[in-house]
């Protein structure tokens, strides 16, 4: 099966500084990739869509100066928290597409102090 | 728009006993069905899915679901929950690009 790599998987940062995910289709060409959030105990909230070579669509709600998104190759995509605040902690999932099927990575648990 | 939601939040059963989680959704046109399993602190993992065909479909760790057009249905059963079961199951509909995700039950496996 597909799969879809996420780095790093743990992050603790301090408030005011960046912080960059990368999510990577180690095995196929993703023109489309999906980032996520889940807050403790919630489901799955789509943050933004991420295609290749264009710029990511965000969902209502989401900051795109805060959440920056970049998909610069077909096998990767990077979300970077900019000036995080403790708010901001959370599990950040991403996902690729192939076809209708979303191939989803291990998830990056980000942690501002 | 699309919905989907999962009316229990939280399930005990115990070990060897049978399961359902029920999932409903909205969608406007032929849907496309998951059940993903989550365990704490880590990323989904597909157990079925549902694209066209027969209704009752076969998934990994002994899962299955069936899809009832007539009641915008789709909920996952298992004949016999093991300990490692435990965990936090999403049904998710969609197709590609637009792809929704219920809020999650929850299930506690007793000894």
């Known amino acids: 099966g597909a799969v879809v790599s996420q780095h790093p998987s743990r992050v603790i940062c301090k408030s005011g500084t960046s912080v960059k995910i990368e999510c990577r289709s180690l095995?196929?060409?993703?023109?489309?990739m999906f980032w996520y959030r889940q807050f403790p105990k919630q489901s799955l909230m789509l943050m933004a869509t991420?295609?290749?070579?264009?710029?990511?669509?965000?969902e209502q709600g989401v900051e795109k100066d805060k959440f920056l998104i970049n998909h610069a190759s077909l096998t990767l995509s990077t979300l970077t928290v900019t000036s995080a605040h403790p708010e901001d902690s959370s599990f950040y999932i991403c996902?690729?597409?192939?076809?209708?099927?979303?191939?989803f990575g291990p998830g990056t648990r980000l942690t501002v102090l | 728009a699309q919905s989907v939601t999962q009316p229990d939040i939280h399930i005990t059963v115990s070990e060897g006993a049978s399961l359902e989680l029920r999932c409903n959704y909205s969608y406007g046109a032929t849907p496309y069905l998951f059940w993903y399993v989550q365990s704490p602190g880590q990323g989904l993992q597909l157990l079925l899915k549902y694209f066209s065909g027969d209704t009752l479909v076969q998934g990994i760790k002994g899962f299955e679901a069936e899809f009832k057009r007539s009641q915008s249905s789709f909920n996952l059963r298992k004949p016999s929950v093991h300990w490692s079961d435990a965990a936090e199951y999403f049904c998710?509909?969609?197709?590609?690009?637009?792809?929704?995700f219920g809020p999650g039950t929850r299930l506690s496996v007793l000894p």
């Open positions: 996902s690729a597409t192939r076809g209708d099927d979303q191939f």
């Open positions: 998710a509909v969609g197709r590609g690009q637009n792809f929704v």
């Open positions: 991420s295609n290749e070579g264009s710029k990511a669509t965000y």
């Open positions: 095995d196929f060409q993703a023109t489309t």
